[in-house]
């Protein structure tokens, strides 16, 4: 598991897929709000007039020299659910999020979210 002290050092870096494909530029950290671990980040993707942020899971990533490497295929994480550059992600749409990778989402005990940006 990466570590949250470590992946901060690699804001607007490269987030590649395992086959080595650019997906977009890794733009914050979330993490798991009943644990405090790195559990997603956002990456922006798209064209430079027309950026998102998508989230994709840490589970498996690693860090090299200048990049983040995560376990899915860029397509997948490019069809995830998307938020602004200056959104947030809505609470509503957490789930959606965990659906997409097929995770499984449990909130809090009193509804609190699973992630919180860092």
């Given at each position: 598991?990466?570590?949250i ?33 790195p ?15 998508v ?20 397509a ?6 998307a ?36």
């Amino acid at each position: 598991m990466i570590q949250i002290a470590d992946i901060r050092e690699w804001r607007t870096q490269h987030v590649v897929d395992a086959g080595g494909h650019k997906i977009g530029t890794l733009e914050a950290i979330y993490v798991d709000t009943s644990t405090d671990e790195p559990a997603m980040a956002t990456v922006q993707v798209g064209l430079p007039t027309r950026h998102r942020l998508v989230f994709v899971p840490l589970d498996g990533a690693t860090v090299g020299p200048g990049y983040v490497k995560v376990v899915y295929d860029k397509a997948r994480v490019k069809d995830c659910p998307a938020i602004g550059t200056d959104d947030i992600l809505p609470a509503e749409d957490e789930e959606a999020v965990f659906r997409h990778y097929d995770l499984t989402y449990q909130p809090g005990a009193g509804g609190e979210r699973q992630l919180a940006r860092r």
